[in-house]
């Protein structure tokens, strides 16, 4: 038991030693999330060649937030895609006009959802999943 201890003790201080260490690496450098980054690619290099599966899990979680940035986009796209086109729309048909008017009111009820939606993730600690370009308020 005592052995434990002192081997538990001896873990401990060399992982703040480890800590300390990186600490100082990284003031050292210009740009420490470049290590890190560098750091989390050599991880996954390793963990790719020790562990397949958790290598697919990555790529399958990466597809996903890739189509999740494409879908959260779309609404953005619509709206620019309605605005470049606004001249011409002005002599369309009424039921085109419809369509317009429509897009126009349902679009911040759209934005809306999606700023609790990105209040929800980053209450959950998932903000990294958001794109880049998302700020919410509150």
């Not at 990466?62 to 086109?85: G, Q």
């Not at 085109?96 to 959802?113: F, K, N, T």
Request: glycine share 4%; aromatic share 2%; no cysteine.
């Amino acid at each position: 038991m005592a052995e434990d201890v002192e081997e538990l003790q001896r873990l401990q201080k060399q992982v703040r030693a480890t800590i300390k260490e990186r600490s100082s690496l990284e003031q050292g450098l210009a740009n420490p999330d470049a290590l890190r980054s560098a750091t989390a690619r050599a991880y996954r290099d390793r963990d790719a060649v020790t562990n397949p599966l958790l290598e697919e899990a990555r790529e399958k979680v990466a597809a996903d937030i890739e189509e999740f940035h494409k879908h959260w986009r779309h609404v953005d796209t619509i709206a620019r895609n309605v605005e470049r086109v606004a001249d011409l729309l002005d002599e369309a048909p009424a039921y085109v006009l419809s369509h317009r008017d429509a897009i126009a009111e349902g679009l911040p009820a759209v934005r809306e959802r999606r700023a609790q939606v990105a209040r929800g993730l980053i209450a959950a600690g998932l903000h990294s999943i958001l794109p880049e370009e998302v700020h919410v308020d509150g």
